[in-house]
């Protein structure tokens, strides 16, 4: 019963061995080839050879070593019991790696498996498999959208908590994009493919995830050197014993069994635990909390970062202007203001006049669509618009434009003008038939969750630094509402100086982590010693960074750093419990206080506890 679990069991232990022997080497799988190979074949002496075999035999068991006779004594319990020990082991890890990638495979296994395209006119039922890109397909209410791609047709409300964690459905609209494996929960679809199969978003986390899992940290680099020397050492050690105990005593049985619980006890299963566990169950808690970890060696960056440089657009804010203050002159209407100027800035696509025509409309009770249409509408490029509405010669723009065509009345806007300047917004003034007749301001909204953010990253010990290209008014008011001190304030800064302030920063010996979302981002983020991607930017900034978070949340980025480092702790705790538990344990086996399965069984709880201590990452909020 004991020689298939040794030979058949053990023969991935025994292989390796004899294949690191002949490379001059020694590990882990040494230490358990040694141990059961030596433990077996003194049993099959014993039993054939010795006296063991013989009827009435008894072995009893002891939970410590003593003098015997070594012709009687087998040991097949402990060679078989290691073996199965460790294999548990291994099977544990095998477990932790299940439970670890669950979530991934949960967001895998929800993806579409079919999907109605529209060819020619008419729907088709097909596997997703088939999906080319430009194709265009039907998500009705309730399904999941296939793939990634842009709405053609239809307006709906998107679930897509599954994959950004965001509990609130998201509005999408035509021309908005939309990701696969995200649930269409209200209205009809029509979405034209933009990526398909291993270029969709999903599939772009799946490898993030899986080269986060299977790379190797430095503190694993480090482990595996020290067991290089470990082994080794143990090995002299166990056959110092067997010496030790054959000299003094002349027992064999009892140097034997002294010896081989040295072998048995110094495998350290756990250090082969400690650093891949963790790595699994925390780059899986993080899948599942939208922070993907693109590399374990990310984790050593996390400890030591002390200064974080936040992008302004798109990270600290949303990256959408809005209307923020409406100034009416004199007896102006304020909702006159409104539909005029909404009206007008509503034929220009540019992203102040569509903040100006949303916002006027929103605070008028209509749709965009609904406000009247200009005529004779004109874009001066860099200073405005200017047209015809119901009626009257309306103008929004720059102050310039106003006073080339004649306005009078500017001075009466001056100081709400100013005003916006010094809080960093954009002062937008209105005249129609030749009066000037209000100011209306835009700015780039600051995320709800920014100020929160910015003190846990704080708290973390992170000094805040804020990188825009914008204008310093723009930057200081931004840093006011978020709680960034000024002296830490970079504006004006153009995308390939961005680089300049995160290495001058590291010239100053800062350790920078770098949060960014857009493409002018991307070099500043492989520049820093820790780059986090907002996952609602661009690929290019995904790609340079280290972490990615699904979510456009900036608070996600104090999360990812303390789910890091806690990681981080995890293996540090798991390989001290490992090396410290073959430490203590050594001596003890040496002096002939512990029987071999004792040993055996003690060396496998070891492996249980570090499991044990890695699956609490699990519980990560």
């Known amino acids: ?210 080269d986060a899992q299977t790379g190797k940290a430095r503190v694993q680099r480090l482990a595996d050197r020290i067991a290089g020397v470990f082994v080794p050492v143990v090995l002299l050690i166990a056959a110092g014993t067997l010496a030790g105990w054959l000299g003094a005593t002349g027992d064999v049985t009892a140097a034997f069994t002294a010896a081989v619980a040295v072998l048995i006890i110094a495998c350290p299963c756990a250090l082969g635990l400690a650093t891949p566990t963790a790595l699994m169950v925390g780059t899986g808690r993080g899948a599942q909390l939208g922070i993907l970890i693109k590399g374990p060696e990310v984790l050593e960056s996390t400890r030591t970062v002390d200064t974080i440089v936040l992008d302004k657009t798109g990270t600290v804010t949303t990256g959408r202007m809005e209307l923020r203050d409406v100034h009416a002159a004199g007896d102006t209407d304020e909702k006159q203001l409104l539909r005029l100027t909404g009206a007008l800035e509503h034929a220009s696509e540019h992203p102040i006049a569509r903040a100006l025509a949303a916002g006027a409309a929103e605070r008028l009770g209509v749709g965009a669509e609904e406000l009247p249409a200009p005529e004779g509408f004109e874009n001066a490029a860099g200073l405005g618009v200017r047209g015809t509405v119901e009626g009257h010669e309306v103008i929004a723009g720059r102050e310039r434009l106003l006073a080339d065509a004649g306005v009078t009345g500017l001075e009466a806007l001056a100081a709400a003008g100013e005003r916006a300047e010094a809080d960093g917004r954009t002062a937008v003034l209105v005249a129609w038939d030749g009066v000037a007749r209000g100011v209306l301001t835009v700015a780039d909204a600051v995320r709800e969750s920014s100020p929160q953010a910015v003190r846990e990253l704080r708290a973390l010990g992170l000094e805040p630094v804020l990188l825009t290209g914008d204008n310093k008014a723009v930057a200081d008011a931004v840093a006011r509402r978020v709680g960034i001190a000024p002296d830490a304030v970079y504006a004006e800064v153009l995308p390939e100086e961005k680089v300049g302030v995160v290495r001058r920063l590291r010239d100053e010996g800062r350790v920078v982590a770098m949060v960014g979302d857009g493409v002018n981002d991307a070099a500043a983020l492989a520049t820093a010693d820790l780059g986090l991607a907002m996952g609602t930017g661009t690929d290019a900034a995904i790609e340079a960074s280290d972490l990615t978070l699904a979510r456009g949340d900036l608070r996600v980025a104090a999360d990812a750093i303390r789910l890091s480092r806690k990681t981080l702790a995890t293996i540090k705790g798991n390989l001290f419990w490992a090396f410290g538990y073959n430490v203590a344990a050594l001596p003890l086996a040496a002096a002939g206080l512990l029987n071999p399965m004792i040993a055996g069984a003690a060396m496998a709880f070891s492996s249980v506890f570090v499991v044990s201590n890695s699956l609490r990452l699990r519980t990560f909020s």
């Open 1 to 210: 019963l004991a020689a298939p679990v040794v030979v058949w069991g053990g023969l991935p232990f025994h292989r390796a061995a004899f294949t690191n022997l002949r490379h001059g080497a020694a590990t882990m799988d040494t230490l358990v080839s040694v141990g059961t190979l030596a433990a077996f074949g003194w049993s099959l002496w014993a039993l054939f050879l010795g006296d063991a075999g013989m009827t009435g035999m008894r072995h009893g068991f002891e939970l410590t070593a003593g003098p015997g006779d070594g012709t009687s004594t087998i040991y097949l319990e402990v060679a078989s019991g290691v073996i199965s020990f460790i294999l548990l082991g291994r099977w544990l890890e095998a477990r932790a790696k299940r439970t670890a990638g669950s979530a991934l495979r949960a967001l895998l296994e929800l993806g579409a498996k079919d999907v109605t395209v529209l060819r020619s006119g008419t729907e088709e039922r097909v596997p997703v498999g088939r999906l080319a890109v430009g194709d265009r397909f039907l998500v009705r209410p309730g399904e999941t959208i296939a793939t990634d791609g842009t709405v053609v047709e239809g307006a709906s409300a998107v679930d897509v908590s599954m994959l950004t964690g965001e509990s609130v459905p998201v509005d999408v609209g035509v021309g908005d994009t939309v990701t696969g494996a995200t649930v269409n929960a209200s209205g009809r679809l029509v979405v034209r493919a933009t990526r398909v199969g291993s270029d969709t978003r999903l599939a772009r986390i799946a490898r993030l995830v899986e």
